[in-house]
């Protein structure tokens, strides 16, 4: 089982449309949580942190739930723009290295 | 904003080169780290430093070695570089535990003919 999993999509979603995707992480024990956004051929980017009571940001909210071991992205109104691949990252023992996903990758469709 | 620098976008070299990969940051961060990025299976841990002169493996070492002799510079040395290692490099460097998020380079990427 790997560390960090996601759903690869790809998600498909009109302009407007709301779409959210999940992550699942191994270690109950991790503190520290992030949703990174990479354009194709470009380096990662921190988009949120997530935090315990969940979190918004503009069209963007994420969630932790920690009895389920994962996190959710939901983006709100999407935006042509919104097209990237979301990774997920854990900090999974608490120490210096960040755990990634694979990627979810979302195209928004005019 | 913290800015990590990598020294070149694209980078083409022969089988068998001893190839230099580069990168600074510019925020005094503590820990720097060295990922390649491939299609499919997204970013393996290389290398990583967290403070001068100290390295630890990271996922994929092998082919692979790391100099860090200033906080600010990170180096990926492949001593003989092999096909295989055609990829993406990305560096990136945090503040203290990974409690803060990573920031990354623009990458490079590499080809080996």
């Known amino acids: 089982r790997k560390e960090v999993e996601q759903d690869p999509g790809p998600f498909n979603v009109p302009e407007g449309a709301t779409v959210a995707f999940n992550c699942t992480y191994s270690n109950s024990a991790s503190q520290s949580f992030f949703w990174y956004r990479q354009d194709c051929r470009k380096e990662p980017k921190l988009l949120m942190s997530v935090y315990s009571s969940g979190n918004e940001d503009g069209r963007f909210t994420a969630q932790l739930n920690r009895a389920s071991q994962y996190i959710s992205l939901l983006i709100r109104d999407s935006k042509l723009s919104d097209s990237a691949t979301y990774l997920c990252?854990?900090?999974?023992?608490?120490?210096?290295?960040?755990?990634f996903g694979a990627g979810t990758t979302v195209t928004v469709r005019a | 904003d913290v800015k990590v620098t990598q020294s070149s976008r694209y980078l083409v070299k022969r089988t068998g080169e001893k190839v230099f990969l580069e990168c600074v940051q510019d925020m005094d961060h503590e820990n720097m780290f060295w990922y390649r990025q491939d299609p499919g299976l997204g970013l393996r841990l290389i290398y990583f430093s967290y403070d001068v002169k100290m390295k630890e493996k990271g996922d994929i070492p092998e082919g692979y070695s790391v100099s860090r002799e200033k906080k600010e510079r990170f180096s990926l040395i492949l001593e003989s570089a092999s096909t295989n290692q055609t990829s993406m490099y990305l560096c990136a460097s945090s503040l203290r535990a990974g409690r803060y998020g990573y920031t990354f380079g623009s990458g490079t990427r590499l080809t080996v003919v």
């Open positions: 990252v854990v900090n999974l023992y608490n120490d210096y290295k960040l755990s």
